[in-house]
């Protein structure tokens, strides 16, 4: 039995003879399984930045159902670059049994067993910031993306920071290949090659039709989610939603789809219910009539329902938008 608080492990795995990308796991805590009762599930939707403690504890107590109690969780952190940055940020929180930060950087490892075996047996899974281009390559309909689905089923916590976020809605931008996809540019075409969405990473409860976006407020991201919200209504005629997720933010969303804005804020809610007038490669876009609620740090939003008060509408006509949208 390894130090509950100080010790931590780094265990390199290599596919010595095949020349596959090497596996690399990191532990911290207790190595015994601790399998309390679940009372969740939830989504951690963070908007990249720094992490809220405040909004992590609160769905470690939610998925344990107290705030004082004895019940211990485990954690598991997938990520795609980088190392073992979240294990002692977790550890440092309350009742945290372990911490394990998987490295993944090709297929082969997100389909082995025994790594699937340790996010199943996970309470909490929590994709880091990163490339989401990868964990779509690396993590998506693999062995590993089913445990987490598994944890969500059983009542634990799913959810991820930046690009961890990004993968969180049914529909994603997912920035491939090693694109970076800028407002004021896929405003003027909303079919460039800037523009990549992928469907089905997940499909959680309440998070149909759903595009969630990162850094939101502070790297003007309003124009670009607009872009990618009309290419999927264009696929689709049917509503689509976005979620804007601001710097050191967290939307914390229940099973039944009430989510409480934690951090510095804010949140954007969008529906887009109109099929875009224009959406053609290398013409501006015109799309009208999107709906935009601003949710700021202690509010609440209900996934199922669309928001009491009044939105702010705003169109894109030739691929400005109408008005400010924040």
């Known amino acids: 039995m390894r130090d509950a608080i100080g010790s931590w492990l780094m265990i390199a795995s290599l596919f010595a003879a095949s020349g596959q990308a090497e596996l690399v796991r990191f532990f911290s ?60 940020w977790f550890m440092g929180l309350k009742d945290v049994n372990s911490v394990v930060s998987f490295v993944i950087t090709d297929r082969a490892s997100a389909e082995r067993e025994d790594v699937a075996r340790a996010v199943r047996n996970a309470e909490i899974v929590f994709f880091a910031g990163g490339d989401p281009c990868n964990y779509v390559r690396w993590i998506k309909g693999t062995r590993t993306s089913e445990a987490v689905k598994d944890v969500y089923r059983r009542g634990g916590a799913i959810g991820g920071t930046s690009a961890g976020l990004a993968i969180q809605g049914q529909i994603a931008y997912d920035s491939c290949p090693n694109q970076s996809a800028q407002s004021k540019d896929v405003l003027l075409d909303p079919y460039s090659d800037d523009v990549s969405l992928s469907y089905d990473f997940f499909n959680w409860p309440n998070m149909g039709g759903t595009i969630t976006d990162t850094n939101f407020s502070q790297r003007d991201r309003m124009g670009r989610l607009l872009v990618f919200m009309a290419r999927a209504f264009a696929l689709e005629e049917r509503r689509v939603e976005g979620l804007g997720i601001s710097e050191a933010t967290v939307l914390l969303v229940d099973g039944k789809g009430s989510g409480r804005v934690f951090g510095k ?62």
């Open 29 to 88: 805590g207790n190595d015994t399984d601790v399998k309390p009762k679940l009372h969740g599930p939830y989504l951690i939707l963070a908007g990249g930045g720094t992490d809220q403690d405040e909004a992590m504890q609160a769905a470690i107590d939610g998925v344990r159902g107290c705030k004082d109690c004895d019940t211990k969780l485990d954690v598991a952190v997938l990520r795609v670059s980088g190392a073992d940055g979240y294990n002692p």
């Open 265 to 326: 804020g804010p949140v954007h809610l969008i529906f887009e219910e109109k099929k875009p007038e224009v959406i053609q490669r290398a013409i501006p876009l015109t799309a009208r009539s999107f709906k935009i609620w601003r949710f700021e740090s202690g509010q609440t939003i209900d996934l199922r329902r669309t928001p009491p008060r009044a939105p702010k509408i705003i169109d894109v006509v030739k691929g400005k938008l109408s008005a400010d949208p924040y």
